[in-house]
């Protein structure tokens, strides 16, 4: 599925289209809605980079057994090995 966002409302943020996706990226991991894997992979980064993106804002990892088998699952449809 692809999301459109308007451009006058991507202006209206003042971010660049990268930097947008990042604010949705952490704006879901921190209400749980994506797992951290799920939500580095919105952002386009690395999982240890958002992972310090999360650090400097001081939002907390809530990676749990759960979590991790969501995003194995997620590699696995994906055919990362």
Do not use: C, W
Request: proline content about 5%; aromatic content about 4%.
């Amino acid at each position: 599925m692809n999301l459109e966002i308007p451009d006058d409302i991507v202006r209206a943020t003042h971010l660049s289209p990268e930097e947008l996706r990042l604010e949705i990226a952490v704006m879901l991991f921190e209400r749980e809605r994506l797992t951290l894997g799920q939500a580095s992979m919105l952002a386009g980064k690395k999982q240890p980079d958002f992972q310090q993106i999360l650090a400097s804002r001081k939002i907390p990892l809530h990676y749990d057994v759960e979590d991790f088998r969501k995003d194995l699952q997620t590699l696995r449809d994906l055919g990362v090995r």
